[in-house]
């Protein structure tokens, strides 16, 4: 698909290897997951609804990103004294989100790690300007030895990401232990993060010219 283009529909995985190898990674598309874009698409969704269906994909989203961290061979015994060959986590995994809208996606990965630590970045863009600078940023003290899921929802233009990656790296985090989980973002928004951070991975439910700018204000209540 030409980068350019006016049509409005969603990308699928050829159109996203495309244009970005292996940098966006497309969450499994089915008839579920596009139900669930809908109603969070859809301008009558009530608030309780939104935040239900929004929870659900989140969910999603956080499990297949978590499916992208590095895994190490394990054995266990089971209760029958048997000896199993499995897999389990490398050490030293935590998410950052970005505030605020990020915060919707902190309880999705809390329900799928119980004991990870939670860092966040506030980012704000100058009213006169609209450049995105970085106010407030508080992570794990060792987190430039971990694998980072950091959390935005929605990404329309990059420049929030942007600032966020790089807050990361002063801290020390390589750009290819870092893996963006992200709800739905923008073709322009993709390219802008990409070109500028090109290690860093980006796993989204949707790319689509049109972003679902609301999410924030409907998800805590604010609208």
């Not at 590095?70 to 004294?81: A, K, L, M, R």
Request: proline share 4%; net charge negative.
């Amino acid at each position: 698909m030409d980068l350019l283009s006016d049509e409005i529909r969603p990308w699928d995985a050829n159109d996203v290897k495309e244009q970005f190898g292996d940098s966006l990674m497309l969450l499994p598309s089915n008839d579920n997951i596009k139900e669930l874009q809908s109603i969070l698409r859809d301008k009558n969704t009530s608030r309780s609804d939104f935040k239900f269906y929004a929870d659900r994909l989140i969910r999603l989203v956080i499990e297949e990103s978590l499916n992208k961290l590095p895994f190490t061979d394990c054995e266990v015994v089971t209760p029958t004294g048997a000896l199993y060959k499995g897999l389990k986590y490398g050490a030293g995994n935590c998410g950052v989100s970005i505030v605020r809208s990020g915060e919707a996606m902190e309880q999705g990965l809390r329900d799928c790690c119980r004991s990870i630590r939670i860092g966040k970045i506030l980012v704000e863009s100058d009213t006169d300007t609209h450049e995105a600078h970085v106010v407030y940023a508080k992570f794990p003290e060792d987190i430039a030895r971990r694998q980072v899921l950091l959390m935005y929802p929605i990404m329309s233009t990059g420049n929030t990401v942007k600032q966020a990656v790089n807050v990361l790296t002063q801290h020390g985090v390589k750009e290819d232990r870092i893996i963006l989980s992200n709800l739905f973002c923008t073709p322009a928004a993709v390219r802008a993060v990409v070109d500028y951070v090109p290690r860093m991975t980006i796993l989204t439910s949707e790319l689509h010219p049109v972003a679902p700018n609301h999410f924030g204000q409907k998800y805590f209540g604010t609208d």
